[in-house]
């Protein structure tokens, strides 16, 4: 039978019940202390927090979606009615963020999985059967959305005893060589000196492995939001909001003195989709990161980005901007660095002609990995033309101007 109600715990405390009768309900235990929210959006109060029609976005924010999905209902659909209660019991012990899951009259749940070794990841010929391998060991301890074939791992690196927390994605036959496409779009992420975390790609270039970014080096989980929580919005709803309302959610939420390197670098990130045609930089691919409720609050290191127009020719952005879902020009770019995120005009061309020159860098890595990996020769050489015509569009709207 399917557990209706589950103790949910922040940062190693006890803080309440989630629970589902004809509505969904989450009730703080008494006298919760105000670093153990459960989010920035849900201060504490005596009456319940009350969602009609489906989990609040908080707790949603995590749902298996996809391949994952599919594998726990699989292990677990003889025992269970995989609901969305069931799966945060079932992978309530590692959830991004600070928040975890369990039975009510249950302890904590904890995490004892042998860790796997990192290099072997990197290096392990066949890409398809070491994932699938990963996926059957770990699937059940994966709270992470998204729809690309992706599980949580711990594994140590050859010169650390210590394990730390991965997220390795692989691919599905709709889209193929996803693994690199994504290592080189966040190379040039990198290269344009916005915050990444850790980031890797197998040498058979199957899988992408990034360093978990809510966890620090001594093992705490920070509390890690999207903008779909952050706005107030379920997980179906990630495509439907603005760039214009994901400024003012990071001037709501991000502590002043993070306030101008996350409007930076979020216009940064902006900029840099457009130009490799990035069509889904949506709200569950942005985030913010702090330690507890009443501390400060920075925006997260970027991740998740792709040129979607490899495989969907016609793409577009994920969120409206200056009214459209069209990609903008440089001129309105700057116009909405300067009227939304307050970001000097002579800034915000900095960046642009930054991200630019990071691009143009990053794409001369993509012919030397094709004549080596030919099975990304398809997927690369679509790319090369498509950043290309990315940055000459800057670079002629900035003429015209």
């Known amino acids: 039978m399917t557990p ?15 629970g589902q009768n004809d509505n969904y309900f989450f009730n703080y235990l008494p006298d919760t202390p105000v670093e153990h929210l459960v989010s920035l959006t849900m201060p504490y ?4 927090w009350v969602s009609d029609r489906e989990l609040h976005p908080i ?8 391949a994952l999905r599919e594998a726990i209902r699989n292990a677990f659909a003889k025992v269970v ?23 009510p009259d249950s302890e904590i ?12 990841i990197l290096t392990y010929p066949d890409a398809v059967e070491l994932f699938n391998e990963l996926m059957a060991r770990h699937a059940e301890h994966s709270g992470i959305s998204g729809v690309q074939p992706k599980v949580i791992v711990e594994a140590t690196e050859r010169t650390t005893v210590a394990a730390s927390s991965y997220i390795v994605k692989s691919w599905g036959n709709e889209y193929p060589q996803l693994a690199a496409n994504e290592y080189f779009c966040m190379t040039a992420a990198k290269l344009a000196g916005l915050s990444v975390p850790d980031f890797s790609l197998s040498e058979n270039g199957g899988l992408f492995v990034m360093k978990r970014f809510d966890t620090t ?3 705490e989980n ?36 993070h306030l101008s390197s996350a409007r930076e670098q979020f ?20 985030g913010v990161l702090y330690r507890h409720p009443q501390g400060p609050v920075s925006l997260a290191p970027v991740y998740d980005i792709v040129t979607t127009t490899a495989y969907l020719q016609k793409d577009v952005p994920a969120l409206h901007l200056a009214g459209t879902k069209k990609w903008w020009s440089r001129k309105i770019l700057e116009r909405f660095a300067l009227q939304a995120l307050s970001l000097p005009a002579k800034l915000s061309a900095q960046i642009i002609d930054r991200v630019a020159e990071a691009v143009i860098e990053a794409s001369k890595r993509i012919p030397p990995y094709i004549r080596e990996n030919p099975d990304f020769e398809e997927i690369g050489s679509r790319m090369l033309p498509i950043w290309q015509d990315g940055v000459d569009a800057f670079a002629a709207s900035e003429r015209r101007g």
């Open 4 to 18: 209706q109600s589950l103790a949910v715990w922040n940062n190693g405390s006890k803080v309440g019940i989630l």
């Open 45 to 48: 109060r005596l009456q319940s």
């Open 59 to 66: 707790f949603q924010m995590n749902l298996p979606e996809g």
């Open 81 to 103: 009615v995989v609901d969305d209660i069931a799966l945060l019991r079932i992978t309530g012990g590692n959830q991004i963020g600070r928040n975890r899951f369990s039975l």
């Open 109 to 120: 749940p904890m995490i004892n999985e042998k860790p796997e070794s990192l290099d072997e």
């Open 217 to 219: 080096v001594d093992g």
């Open 222 to 257: 920070l509390g890690f939001e999207d903008f779909c929580s952050l706005q107030a919005l379920g997980t179906d709803k990630k495509y439907d909001s603005t760039y214009e309302r994901v400024a003012r959610t990071i001037k709501d939420f991000v502590s002043p003195e």
């Open 267 to 286: 216009f940064a990130t902006l900029v840099l989709s457009a130009m490799v045609r990035n069509g889904d930089a949506h709200l569950k691919n942005f």
